[in-house]
C-alpha cells in the first residue's frame, strides 16, 4: 500500500489539516476494532515506538503504539501549531515536524514565497525528506493552503515546485481554499494571482475550495435542522459539518465547520485507496482520468449526503437522492454550476453499501441532463468503496473536471485588475528582492491563458457534436 | 566357385530363392505367381500390382489405402514407377483394370530390387517395434504425405481466406504436436527410470513401453509375440534371399530375353512433374539473382584492383603471395562445392532409435547421445529458418513491387512486435 | 493437460477467484446425474487441468495473481484459503505497493519492464508443477492499468517464452460509460497488443453480463461478484471435461487447443465470444424444465440475432437468402442484424445429450462464404450436467457480435486522440503517439475484415 | 476468389500437410493413452469394464500387419508347386525340427497361426482354446496362470488356488511356443494389491519366450546389417547391374535420360547451392579487408562464386531441357506425390535398431521438439514454394485493382511474408468523407 503526506501551510492549512487527523483517526478507529496496526492506517500515519529514543523506532506490523501523523506543519506565525499541540492531537505530531516563526507574512505572497522561501527552504527539505523517508512508497503529497494570505499562498505554492524538482515522481494534490468577493484581506486579488501561475505550473491537481460555498452550505444544514424539518430524523453525529469530539469543545470557532467539509473531502477522496471495495480508486487514478491536458487540472468536487437520516434501511430514492445532490450547484465546494457549464470528465467516489447497478442507474439518469465535451461523451470514473464514512451508510463525493471553475477565475482576475490598475499596494510587494512587476504580468498571462483554454472548450459547447474523420481501411 | 556355381544351377535353388523372395516381401506372392508371370500370363497381374502398390506408397498411406481400388493402384504404381526413372514405357500401356502385364510387373518389380536394398527397406519400414522411439527425421511421416486423399470437399474456387484457415489450423496442429510429444517424452522418462535395471539386455537397463505393456496386458503381449516371430521368420527369409538371389538373376535374365523388344518409343507415358510447379523456375530465379548481384559486386572490386595494381606496380614477392591466395580461394571453394554436394549437414539417424535412459556419466557402449544429435538438428533448423526467411523476404520484394506501386493507398506492415 | 491461469489486476484476480470456485464447486457437486465412475472421471480431468494438488490434500489453483496493489490480492487470497476446499499455492502472488493508475502505458513500460523477471519465475514455478501444459488463461480487464497493460506485456513475454503454448486472452469488455474514462485508449492499446501476441480473445462484455444479472438472475442491487459469478459460470460452462469424440467416455485432453483450432486459426479473427442457456436464478429453476429441441433452438437465434441471453431475442432475424460478400464499410453504418459467424462451438452437458439436434447450427447461411459447416462447427458433449442444470448448451463464437462495440471503442478513441485528450499522460511513460497510429490501424483493418465477412 | 485450378491445388496440399499432422497426432496419443495407463495404479482385479471404459482399448490399435504370411490359398497353392519347391519347403521343416528355436517356425505352422488370428482369436481353435477360457485370459498383473517351464522366477509367491489350477492346466496340456507364459512374471507384487510402477516397477521381469525372440531378432537384424564379403554377394551385384544395362538397352529410353525425382534431386543440390554460395557472399561483403591480401582474397572469392553459379545456371538449363524433353503427360492423380528423402537422410547401410541415449527428460523433450521443429519448417518451406509458385502470378495479372485485388494481396502478404500469422492494413492515403 502506498502512503501519502499531508503538508499544511499557513493558518487556514493548518486549521483544516487539524480537523482533517481528527476525522482520520475517528475513522480508522471505527474501522480498525482490533487496534492492529494495518495497511489501511499506514497510508496517514506512522506506528512509533516512542521509547525509543531519537526518531522514534517505526513499528511496521502488530499493535498500535503511537500513530503518528505523516504530515508537514509550516505557519510563519505560532498561533495556529502551537494551539493544535495543545490540544488533543498533540500526541500526533512532534516538534520534528513543525517549522514556525513568529513574524508572519503580513497578508504578501512575496513575503512568504521569497523571503521565506529562501529561509526555509533547507529546512522544509530536511522535513520534507524525513517524512519521504518514512514511507516504503511514497505515494502522494496532499498541500492544504488558502490562496488570499502570506504564508499559505506564498510559501505553499513555493514548496510546490521544491517538491517538484525533489520528488518528480510523487503527486501533488493541493487543495486551495480560495477567498471570498468580501475578503478581508486587501491584498488578495494579488496573492491569489501570483499563486495561480504556480498551481497552473506544479500542481498535479487544485481542489478549489471557497469559503463563501463552505458557509452557504452550513447555513443552509443549520436551517434544515432548526426548522424541525429534519431535526428528528436525522441521525447523531452524521453532520459531516460536526466536530463532535473534535479540537476545540470550548469555543466553536466559526470555520470549524467548514473546515470538517474540507477535511472530509481528502478523507473521501483517499478512502478508496485506503479500504477494500469492489472497484478501487487508487490515488493516481484521480489525475489519469480527471485531467486531460495538463493545465487543466483544476477539480470542482461536492460531498453528498451532508447528513444521514436516522434510519439505516436506505430506500432506493435516498439513494438516488445523493447522486443529484452532487451535481446541484448548491452542494459545490466552490460557487460553480458544472450542470449548466462542459463537462471534461466526472469522477463519482461512492462509499458504503452501494452496489455497482446503482451506479449505473444514476449515471443513466444523470447523463442526459450534463453536457460533456465532444471528445470525452463518456467521461466518467467511478469507485467503490466498502467501508462508509464514520456515522453514515454511504456517502459520494464527485469530482469535476468543468469549465464552471471559469467564473472564479475571471472573477479573481477581475478583482485583480481593479486593484493592479490603481498600482494599489504594489510597493510592499515590489520592495522584496526578486519581485519585479513583470511578476505580476507573467501571473496575469498565466491565468488569462487557463481562462483562453477553458473559453474554447465552452466555445464548442454550442457546436454539433462531430465525429474526426478515421483512417480509412482500403479493404 | 565352379562347384558353387553347379550347385546354383542345381534343381531347387531357384525355387528356393523365388520362395525366400515371395516370404520377405509384404503379402508376398506365392512362387507360383513368379512363375506364371515370367510367361505374362494374366492371371498372375492381380497379385503382382498389388505387390508394388504396396512397395511403392510410402508407409501410412500402405497401410491405409491397400484397400483402394485396383484402378487407383495400377495409376499410382506406374506414377511412381515412372518418376522413379523405369525405363520400360511398355508398362504405361498397360491397361488401368490391372488384368495384365505380370511379365512387365515381373521386371518392375527385378528392376527395383536390381537398384537398391529394397527388401530391407520394407523390412525397416514395418518392423517390429520393442523399444521406445521418438521420430527424429519425419521426412517420411509428415513432409511426404504419400498419394493425394480423396478430396473431401466439393471442387471449385475457393476464397483465399479458406487457405488462410487451413493454415493457422496447421499451424495450431502442430503446437498440439510439439506439447504431445513433451508430454510423451515425460512419461518415457519416466517410466524408464522406474524400470531401471530390469531389462535382460544389459545394454538397454530398463524396460520400454511395448515391453511394460506386454506384462500388463498380456494378452496383447501375446500379439507381440507373434508378430515378432513373423518378423524372425521374414529376416530369415531374406537372409537365405541373399544368399541364393545369383540364381534368380539369372533366371531374370531370361525372363527379359523371353520379351519383345520395345516397339514405339514415341508413346507418351504418363508421367510426373515431379520437382512441383514452377520448382525448377524458382531455383533458376534464385540463382539469377545471386549471380547478378556477384556479378555487381565483383566487378567494381576487380576495376578498382586493376588500377590500384597499375598504380603501385608491386614486387615479386606479391606474385607468391598471390598464387598463395588463388591456391586457397580455389581450396577453400572446392570445399564449399562439396559441402553441398555431399549433403553437409551431420547425419542424423534417418530411422527411429530405442530410447535408452542413461547416466550422462556413462559414455561405454553404443549408441547415439541426445545432445550430440541435438546440435545437429539445430545446425539444420537454423539452416531452414535462413532458407524460408529467404523465401519470405523475396516473397515481400515482389509483393513491394506488384502491389506497392499502386497510387492512394499505404501499405501498414505488422510492427516487429 | 492443464492451463495455467494468470489473474491480472483488480478485475482479473476478482474474476479468477469466482472461476476456480464455479469449477471446483460443479466438479465436486454430487448430483451430476451420471455414474460415480464417470463423475470421478469428470472431477479428475477437471483437476487436471486446473488444480494441482499439494501435500495436505487441499487442491490448489494452477493460477499466478498478479496486481501492483496489495489490496485485492490479499482478499483473493485469504477468500479461497478460507473456502477450506481449494487455494492458491503458497507462492503464487506477486503483488506491488502502487497500481498502474488506470495508466495503461505505466503499466506496460513501467511495471512490467520492473517485475518482468519475479512474473515470469512465478510463472514457470506453476508450469513445472504440470506434467504437460496446454496453455495459458490470462484473466484481465482492457480498461484500467494494470490488467491491461501489464496483462499485454505479459502476454507478449508467454509469447517470447512459451511459444508452443497456446494463449488465451480472457478480456472483460469495459461498460460503454462509466468505469475509466481513459478506458478506451487502454482498451486500443490492449487489443491490438494482444490480436499480436495472443491466440485468442475470449471477451465478456461488462453491458451485456449486467443484463444477465437483472433480467435471468433477477438480482435487484447487482455487485460485481455476481457479475463475476455470472462470468465465471460461462466459462465453466465451456472448460470443463466434454468427451473427447461422440460416444466415447473419455474426455478432451486438451479443449484449449481443441477450441482455437476450430475457431480461430485465421489470424485477422481472434474475438470469441459465449453465449449460454439456461440461465437462470435456482429459485426459478426448480420451477423449470427443458427439452435439447427448445434450448437449440433459442440458443441458435440468440447466435443469428446477437442477443446476449435468452430474454429479449429478436425473432425476427432470419439468415439472409443469398450469401454474396460485401465489399466496403457500407455495410456496417447500415443496420447489422444478422450476426454473420466464421465458426462456431456448441457444447452440451446433461441428460440424454446423444439425442440433441444440431441441425440448425449445420446451415450454410449461419456462416461466412469462405468457411463450409463442416469446418466452421463443432459440438462439444458430456452426460454429466452442470452445476445445478439438468441440460444447458453453451456456445463459443467466432462471429460479428463484437463487431459494433469495437467499432464504438475505437471512433470514440480516435475522437479523444484526435483532439489530443489525456496523450501527455501517456507520452509521460514512454508510449508514442506512433504507437496509438498503429493500434488504430491495426483494429480498423480487423473492423474491416469482420464487417467483410 | 480463386481460380479452380489454383484452389485445388493448394487446398489439397494444405489438407495433405493437416492430414498428416492429425495422423502424428493420433500415433501421439495413442502412445500417450498407453503410458499414462501403465503410469496409473496397477489394479488387481479389474473387470474388464471398470479397467477399461475406453471402447479404443490401447492394446490391440495396432494389429499385426498381414504382411509376411501367405493365405490359405496360396498355402493350397504351395502344395501344388513344384517338386524342388516342396524340397525346399521339407529343407526349412527340418531346421525347424531339429532347432525348437521358437521364431523358427516352420512356413506352415506360421501360415496356420496366421490364418486363424486373421478370423479369431488364436485360442479358439481346440485344445488351446479351451486352456485360455478355463484360465480366463489374465488382466492385471496378479492373475498369474501358468508358470512356464524353465522360467523359475515364475514360481514365486502365488494367488494359491488359481496359479495351481493353472498349473495343472498347462502340465495336462504342455505345448510349446509362447502360449503358455503369457504370465507377467512379476517377482514380488504378486499379492491382489494395486500398485504402482513407480513403486514395483524395478521389479518387473520380461517372460522368457519374449527374451528369446527379441534376442533372435536383433541378432537378425545384425546379420541383415552385417557387410557381407562373400563373392556370392559380388557375383549377385555383378548381374544385378548386369540386368539393369540390359533392361536399359532393351527400352527406347533416350539416351541422358533423367527421371523426375533425380531432376528433383538435383534441383535440390542446386537450391542448396544457391543458399550456401549466397551466405558465403555475405560473409565477403560484409567483411572490411584490413590489407592488401585480403582485399584480393574476397575479389577471388567473389569471382570463383561468380563462375560456380554460372555452372549451376548451366547445370539447370541441362535439367530443364530435359525436362522439356520428356513430354510432360498429365499426371494421373491430378497431383503428385513428393519424391523421398527430403531430409536429407542418406540411406544408412545399416539397419540393425540403433540405440539413443539420454540422461534426462529435459534433454530429450528438447531433440523430441527440435525434430518435429524442423520436419514443420521443411513442410513450410515447402508450403511456401507452393504457394508462391500459385499466388504470386495471381498478385501479378489481377485486373483492375480494385477491392476484390486488394484483399488479395492482403492475404497473399500475409501468407507468404508472415507465415500467415500476422497480417498487413492498406489504408486509403486521403480519408474518405
Known amino acids: 500500500m502506498t502512503q501519502s503526506v499531508v503538508v499544511q501551510v499557513g493558518q487556514c492549512g493548518n486549521q483544516i489539516g487539524c480537523c482533517f487527523w481528527d476525522l482520520a483517526l475517528r475513522e480508522h478507529a471505527a474501522v480498525n476494532q482490533k487496534g492492529i496496526y494495518d495497511e489501511a492506517l499506514s497510508s496517514f500515519f506512522r506506528n512509533v515506538d516512542t521509547r525509543v529514543v531519537g526518531d522514534g523506532g517505526s513499528i511496521s506490523k502488530g499493535k498500535i503504539c503511537t500513530l503518528k501523523a505523516r504530515a508537514v506543519l509550516i505557519d510563519m506565525e505560532e498561533g495556529v501549531v502551537n494551539e493544535i499541540l495543545q490540544g488533543p492531537l498533540r500526541d500526533v505530531f512532534d516538534s520534528k515536524q513543525l517549522i514556525t516563526d513568529i513574524s508572519g507574512s503580513g497578508n504578501n505572497w512575496a513575503v512568504g514565497h521569497k523571503v521565506f522561501g529562501s529561509l526555509y527552504q533547507e529546512k522544509i527539505l530536511e522535513k520534507l525528506r524525513k517524512s519521504a523517508e518514512h514511507c516504503d512508497c511514497l505515494q502522494c503529497f496532499f498541500i492544504i493552503h488558502s490562496m488570499g494570505g502570506g504564508t499559505g499562498s506564498g510559501l505553499g505554492t513555493f514548496l510546490l515546485k521544491m517538491l517538484e524538482d525533489e520528488f518528480p515522481e510523487v503527486y501533488r494534490f493541493v487543495t486551495s481554499v480560495y477567498p471570498s468577493g468580501e475578503d478581508d484581506v486587501i491584498t488578495s486579488p494579488y496573492n491569489s494571482i501570483l499563486a495561480m501561475k504556480e498551481l497552473n505550473e506544479h500542481a498535479d491537481c487544485v481542489l478549489p475550495i471557497d469559503n463563501q460555498s463552505l458557509f452557504d452550505i452550513i447555513s443552509k444544514i443549520d436551517l434544515m435542522v432548526n426548522s424541525g424539518k429534519l431535526g428528528t430524523t436525522i441521525k447523531p453525529k452524521s453532520l459531516i459539518t460536526s466536530s463532535a469530539g473534535a479540537v476545540k469543545k470550548r469555543h466553536q470557532k466559526p470555520f470549524d465547520a467548514m473546515n470538517n467539509i474540507v477535511a472530509n473531502l481528502l478523507l473521501n477522496l483517499t478512502s478508496s485507496a485506503r479500504f477494500e471495495g469492489s472497484l478501487n480508486m487508487d490515488l493516481n487514478e484521480i489525475s489519469m482520468n480527471l485531467v486531460p491536458f495538463p493545465q487543466l487540472h483544476y477539480l470542482v468536487s461536492s460531498l453528498t449526503p451532508l447528513y444521514t437520516l436516522a434510519d439505516v434501511n436506505i430506500p432506493t430514492r435516498r439513494l438516488d437522492q445523493m447522486f443529484s445532490d452532487a451535481f446541484s450547484k448548491d452542494h459545490q465546494l466552490i460557487r460553480a454550476d458544472p450542470k449548466h457549464s462542459l463537462y471534461l470528465a466526472c469522477a463519482l467516489m461512492v462509499r458504503g453499501n452501494v452496489q455497482v447497478s446503482d451506479l449505473r442507474r444514476n449515471i443513466e439518469r444523470l447523463k442526459p441532463s450534463l453536457q460533456f465535451v465532444s471528445w470525452n461523451q463518456e467521461g466518467w470514473k467511478t469507485s467503490l468503496c466498502s467501508v462508509p464514512p464514520v456515522g453514515h451508510s454511504h456517502s459520494l463525493l464527485a469530482l469535476a473536471n468543468n469549465t464552471c471553475v471559469k467564473p472564479t477565475f475571471m472573477e479573481l482576475r477581475e478583482r485583480f485588475m481593479r486593484l493592479y490598475k490603481k498600482k494599489a499596494h504594489l510597493h510592499h510587494y515590489l520592495q522584496i528582492e526578486g519581485m519585479e512587476e513583470s511578476c505580476f504580468m507573467e501571473a496575469l498571462s498565466s491565468l488569462s491563458g487557463l481562462i483562453e483554454e477553458y473559453n474554447q472548450l465552452d466555445a464548442t459547447k454550442s457546436m454539433p457534436v462531430e465525429d474526426f474523420p478515421r483512417l480509412s481501411v482500403a479493404m | 566357385m565352379g562347384r558353387r556355381r553347379r550347385r546354383g544351377y542345381a534343381v531347387g535353388a531357384l525355387p528356393e530363392a523365388i520362395a525366400a523372395l515371395s516370404q520377405t516381401l509384404p503379402a508376398g506372392p506365392s512362387p507360383e505367381i513368379f512363375r506364371r508371370a515370367k510367361f505374362d500370363r494374366p492371371e498372375a497381374a492381380p497379385a503382382l500390382w498389388q505387390l508394388l502398390f504396396r512397395v511403392l506408397s510410402p508407409p501410412p498411406a500402405a497401410g491405409a489405402r491397400a484397400s483402394a481400388a485396383l484402378g487407383a493402384q495400377v495409376r499410382l504404381v506406374k506414377s511412381a514407377l515412372c518418376s522413379q526413372g523405369y525405363p520400360r514405357r511398355v508398362l504405361a500401356q498397360l491397361p488401368e483394370d490391372g488384368s495384365q502385364g505380370s511379365r512387365e510387373l515381373l521386371l518392375a518389380l527385378a528392376w527395383l530390387l536390381a537398384r537398391g536394398p529394397l527388401l530391407e ?174 556479378q555487381g559486386a565483383a566487378e567494381p572490386r576487380r576495376a578498382a584492383w586493376e588500377a590500384k595494381v597499375g598504380a603501385w606496380g608491386w614486387g615479386p614477392e606479391w606474385s607468391t603471395a598471390q598464387r598463395a591466395i588463388q591456391e586457397a580461394v ?88 | 493437460m492443464s492451463v495455467v491461469t494468470v489473474q491480472l489486476g483488480q478485475c482479473g484476480n476478482q474474476i479468477g477467484f469466482e472461476v476456480f470456485d464455479a469449477l471446483y464447486t460443479d466438479s465436486h457437486c454430487p448430483q451430476g446425474l451420471c455414474s460415480k465412475r464417470e463423475n470421478e472421471a469428470y472431477q479428475a480431468s477437471c483437476k487436471e487441468r486446473f488444480f494441482s494438488e499439494e501435500e495436505n490434500g487441499v487442491p490448489s489453483a494452477r493460477a499466478i495473481l498478479v496486481d501492483m496493489e496489495p489490496k485485492v490480492t490479499n482478499q483473493t487470497l485469504s477468500k479461497a484459503a478460507q473456502s477450506g476446499r481449494w487455494k492458491y499455492g503458497q507462492h503464487s502472488c506477486f503483488c506491488q505497493k502502487q497500481g498502474s493508475g488506470n495508466n495503461w502505458a505505466y503499466g506496460y513500460s513501467v511495471h512490467g519492464p520492473r517485475h518482468e523477471e519475479s512474473i515470469m519465475n512465478l510463472i514457470q514455478k506453476e508450469v513445472e508443477k504440470c506434467d504437460s501444459l496446454s496453455g495459458f488463461f490470462i484473466i484481465m480487464s482492457m480498461a484500467g492499468g494494470t490488467g491491461s497493460g501489464l496483462g499485454a506485456f505479459v502476454t507478449q513475454n508467454l509469447q517470447d517464452q512459451y511459444s508452443n503454448s497456446l494463449k488465451m486472452n480472457h478480456i472483460i469488455w469495459p461498460y460503454e460509460t462509466g468505469e475509466v474514462i481513459v478506458q478506451n485508449y487502454n482498451s486500443i492499446l490492449t487489443l491490438s497488443h494482444l490480436y499480436r501476441s495472443s491466440d485468442a480473445l475470449l471477451v465478456h462484455e461488462n453491458d451485456a453480463v449486467h443484463k444477465i444479472c437483472a433480467k435471468l438472475m433477477n438480482i435487484k442491487q447487482i455487485s460485481f461478484s455476481d457479475i463475476n459469478q455470472v462470468l465465471a459460470h460461462q466459462l465453466g460452462s465451456v472448460f470443463q471435461p466434454t468427451y473427447s469424440v461422440e460416444g466415447s467416455c473419455h474426455y478432451r485432453r486438451n479443449p484449449l487447443g481443441d477450441l482455437m483450432e476450430n475457431l480461430v486459426p485465421h489470424p485477422e479473427f481472434k474475438m470469441l465470444g459465449i453465449r449460454n442457456i439456461p440461465q437462470m436464478s435456482e429459485n426459478s429453476l426448480a420451477y423449470s424444465t427443458f427439452t435439447w429441441a427448445g434450448l437449440l433452438k433459442h440458443l441458435r437465434q440468440m447466435l443469428i440475432s446477437n442477443s446476449k441471453m435468452e430474454e429479449g431475442i429478436d425473432w425476427q432475424v432470419r439468415p439472409p437468402l443469398s450469401r454474396l460478400p460485401t465489399l466496403g464499410k457500407a455495410s456496417l453504418n447500415r443496420e447489422l442484424q444478422f450476426n454473420t459467424s466464421i465458426a462456431n462451438l456448441v457444447i452440451l452437458r446433461g441428460k440424454d445429450v446423444h439425442s440433441a439436434d444440431l441441425g440448425g447450427f449445420k446451415d450454410p447461411a449461419l456462416y461466412t462464404s469462405w468457411l463450409k459447416p463442416i469446418n466452421a462447427f463443432n459440438v462439444w458433449k458430456t452426460q454429466r450436467a452442470f452445476s445445478k442444470y439438468e441440460k444447458s448448451a453453451a456456445l463459443v463464437s467466432n462471429s460479428q457480435f463484437l463487431l459494433k462495440p469495437l467499432d464504438t471503442i475505437v471512433g470514440k478513441a480516435w475522437n479523444m486522440f484526435a483532439s489530443k485528450a489525456y496523450i501527455h499522460q501517456y507520452t509521460k511513460f514512454g508510449l508514442e503517439e506512433e504507437d496509438f497510429l498503429d493500434s488504430f490501424t491495426l483494429l480498423e483493418q480487423v473492423v474491416a475484415s469482420y464487417c467483410n465477412l | 476468389m480463386l481460380p479452380a485450378g489454383c484452389s485445388r491445388r493448394l487446398v489439397a496440399e494444405l489438407r495433405d500437410a493437416l492430414d498428416a499432422c492429425a495422423e502424428r497426432q493420433r500415433q501421439l496419443e495413442r502412445s500417450l493413452r498407453v503410458s499414462r495407463r501403465l503410469l496409473r495404479t496397477w489394479e488387481p482385479a479389474e473387470t474388464p469394464a471398470a479397467a477399461e471404459p475406453t471402447p479404443e482399448p490401447e492394446t490391440d490399435e495396432e494389429a499385426p500387419p498381414p504382411a509376411g504370411t501367405p493365405s490359405p490359398q496360396d498355402l493350397r497353392e504351395l502344395e501344388l508347386l513344384t517338386q524342388a519347391l516342396e524340397k525346399a519347403v521339407r529343407v526349412r521343416k527340418g531346421v525347424s525340427k531339429a532347432g525348437e528355436r521358437p521364431g523358427a517356425l516352420s512356413l506352415k505352422s506360421a501360415a496356420t497361426s496366421r490364418a486363424t488370428t486373421a478370423s479369431a482369436p488364436p485360442r479358439t481353435s481346440g485344445q488351446a482354446g479351451r486352456q485360455a477360457s478355463e484360465t480366463k485370459p489374465p488382466r492385471g498383473v496378479h492373475q498369474t ?46 499379492a491382489p494389491e494395486a500398485f504402482t510402477l513407480k513403486e514395483k516397477g524395478s521389479l518387473l521381469k520380461l517372460p522368457m519366450a519374449y527374451r528369446k525372440a527379441a534376442s533372435q531378432n536383433s541378432r537378425l537384424w545384425a546379420q541383415l546389417s552385417s557387410p557381407q564379403t562373400s563373392d556370392s554377394k559380388d557375383a549377385a551385384s555383378m548381374a544385378k547391374t548386369q540386368f539393369l544395362q540390359k533392361m536399359k538397352m532393351a527400352s527406347g529410353w533416350p539416351g541422358s535420360g533423367l527421371a523426375a525425382a533425380e531432376v528433383e534431386a538435383e534441383a535440390g543440390l542446386l537450391r542448396k547451392a544457391c543458399s550456401l554460395m549466397r551466405q558465403r557472399m555475405e560473409e565477403v561483403l560484409s567483411a572490411d579487408p584490413a590489407d592488401r591480401m585480403q582485399e584480393y582474397h574476397s575479389l577471388l572469392t567473389l569471382e570463383g562464386l561468380q563462375a560456380i553459379a554460372e555452372q549451376c545456371l548451366h547445370r539447370l538449363q541441362e535439367l530443364r531441357a530435359a525436362m522439356a524433353g520428356q513430354q510432360l503427360g498429365p499426371c494421373p492423380e491430378g497431383r503428385c506425390c513428393r519424391a523421398s528423402v527430403p531430409c536429407g537422410g542418406r540411406t544408412d547401410p545399416t539397419w540393425s535398431p540403433q540405440l539413443l541415449l539420454y540422461s534426462s527428460p529435459k534433454e530429450l523433450q528438447s531433440l523430441a521438439v527440435l525434430g518435429l521443429r524442423v520436419a514443420m519448417l521443411d513442410q513450410q518451406i515447402h508450403l511456401q514454394k507452393v504457394l508462391m509458385a500459385d499466388l504470386l502470378p495471381l498478385v501479378g495479372t489481377r485486373e483492375p485493382p480494385g477491392p476484390p485485388w486488394l484483399a488479395l494481396c492482403r492475404a497473399v502478404h500475409s501468407l507468404l511474408c508472415e507465415g500467415g500469422e500476422r497480417f498487413p492494413t492498406v489504408l486509403r492515403d486521403e480519408p474518405a468523407d
Open chain 2, 121 to 294: 527397406h520394407l523390412l525397416a519400414q514395418t518392423r517390429v517395434w520393442l523399444g521406445d522411439e521418438i521420430p527424429l527425421c519425419q521426412c517420411e511421416a509428415l513432409a511426404n504425405p504419400g498419394p493425394p486423399a480423396p478430396c473431401q470437399e466439393a471442387d471449385g474456387p475457393v476464397d483465399i481466406r479458406h487457405l488462410q484457415w487451413l493454415m493457422g489450423k496447421l499451424r495450431f496442429r502442430w503446437r498440439d504436436l510439439i506439447t504431445s510429444q513433451q508430454e510423451l517424452c515425460a512419461l518415457l522418462g519416466k517410466i524408464h527410470s522406474y524400470t531401471r535395471g530390469c531389462h535382460s539386455d544389459r545394454s538397454l537397463g530398463h524396460l520400454s513401453v511395448a515391453e511394460i505393456q506386454l506384462l500388463r496386458d498380456p494378452e496383447g503381449g501375446q500379439q507381440l509375440l507373434q508378430r515378432l516371430e513373423s518378423e524372425n521368420a521374414r529376416l530369415e527369409a531374406t537372409l537365405q534371399w541373399r544368399r541364393r538371389e545369383l540364381v534368380f538373376w539369372r533366371w531374370m535374365d531370361t525372363v527379359l530375353g523371353s520379351c519383345p523388344l520395345e516397339a514405339s518409343p514415341a508413346t507418351v507415358l504418363p508421367r510426373d512433374p515431379a520437382p512441383g510447379p514452377g520448382e525448377l523456375e524458382l531455383v533458376a530465379w534464385e540463382l539469377q539473382g545471386l549471380r547478378g548481384e556477384l
Open chain 2, 330 to 417: 580455389g581450396r577453400d571453394l572446392a570445399a564449399l562445392q562439396r559441402a553441398w554436394e555431399q549433403g553437409g549437414a551431420p547425419a542424423l539417424p534417418h530411422r527411429p532409435c530405442r530410447l535408452v535412459k542413461r547416466d550422462a556419466r556413462a559414455v561405454e557402449g553404443p549408441g547415439l547421445w541426445a545432445a550430440e544429435l541435438t546440435g545437429a538438428l539445430r545446425i539444420r533448423e537454423s539452416r531452414l529458418e535462413a532458407v524460408l526467411g529467404q523465401l519470405q523476404a523475396r516473397c515481400r520484394q515482389e509483393l513491394a513491387r506488384l502491389a506497392g506501386a499502386e497510387p492512394g493507398l499505404i501499405w501498414i506492415l505488422p510492427s516487429g512486435r
Open chain 4, 145 to 190: 496362470t501358468v508358470p512356464a517351464r524353465g522360467l523359475p522366477e515364475c514360481r514365486l509367491p502365488s494367488v494359491g488356488d488359481r496359479t495351481h489350477m493353472g498349473r495343472g492346466a498347462s502340465t495336462t496340456k504342455p505345448r510349446p511356443g509362447l502360449r503358455d507364459e503369457q504370465i507377467p512374471p512379476l517377482a514380488a507384487p504378486r
